[in-house]
T-cell receptor, first 120, second 111 residues
Framework: QVQLVQSGAEVKRPGASVRVSCKASGYTFTSYGITWVRQAPGQGLEWVGWISGYNGNTKYAQMLQGRVTMTTDTSTSTANMELRNLRSDDTAVYYCARETSCCPEAFDIWGQGTMITVSS | QSVLTQPPSASGTPGQTVTISCSGSNSNIGRDAANWYQQVSGTAPKLIIYRNAQRPSGVPDRFSGSKSGTSASLAINGLQSEDEADYYC????????????FGTGTKVTVL
């Protein structure tokens, strides 16, 4: 079945970097974009950025520009998100999600989420 | 700070209808389709409405969506206990070189 499986939870110190992976299966990886969304404890959903599965084009949330990089590895059908210079307010569950087949503005397949904790 | 405004909470008894509003602007809902996500506590969001009013396969038909101008709405008809969750509207916004925006979220409680 179509699914996205994310890497496990991590605890990082302020100023460190973290990389979250999102492995896709059950569909043609290069036919769909992947978006990343985060949710701080007790808060709402916040868009982090998007990457094309076809050509690797990216779009990032302005507030994270310069600290976030998204990549894809088509040989393993995996999308990656790296966040650098971590701060305490980056503590959140990070989700990857796939575009729907018809409509790039909606995301119908979600990963299970990865908890990233930033603490000294 | 979200540019899509939703009421923080809504509630109803089983069988009732609950409606959630999502207020945006000409740079987001006014120009692109509204989508709705349901998030049960501790789980990943689930798409329940896309393209303003379309339901993905498997989503019960008691969920319906609509859009008018710069606002969208989600209705839950015949509320059930399993509908208790947080609901978010979302779409692309073409300001700031384009970015995706989520609504502030609405907690639906089944009394």
């Amino acid at each position: 079945q179509v699914q996205l499986v994310q890497s496990g939870a991590e605890v990082k110190r302020p100023g460190a970097s973290v990389r979250v992976s999102c492995k896709a299966s059950g569909y043609t990886f290069t036919s769909y974009g992947i978006t990343w969304v985060r949710q701080a404890p007790g808060q709402g959903l916040e868009w982090v950025g998007w990457i094309s599965g076809y050509n690797g084009n990216t779009k990032y949330a302005q507030m994270l520009q310069g600290r976030v990089t998204m990549t894809t590895d088509t040989s393993t059908s995996t999308a990656n998100m790296e966040l650098r210079n971590l701060r305490s307010d980056d503590t959140a569950v990070y989700y990857c999600a796939r575009e729907t087949s018809c409509c790039p503005e909606a995301f119908d397949i979600w990963g299970q989420g990865t908890m990233i904790t930033v603490s000294s | 700070q979200s540019v899509l405004t939703q009421p923080p909470s809504a509630s109803g008894t089983p069988g009732q209808t609950v409606t959630i509003s999502c207020s945006g602007s000409n740079s987001n809902i006014g120009r692109d389709a509204a989508n709705w996500y349901q998030q049960v506590s501790g789980t990943a969001p689930k798409l329940i409405i896309y393209r303003n009013a379309q339901r993905p396969s498997g989503v019960p038909d008691r969920f319906s969506g609509s859009k008018s101008g710069t606002s969208a709405s989600l209705a839950i008809n015949g509320l059930q206990s399993e509908d208790e969750a947080d609901y978010y509207c979302a779409t692309w916004d073409d300001s700031l070189d384009g970015h995706y925006v989520f609504g502030t979220g609405t907690k639906v409680t089944v009394l």
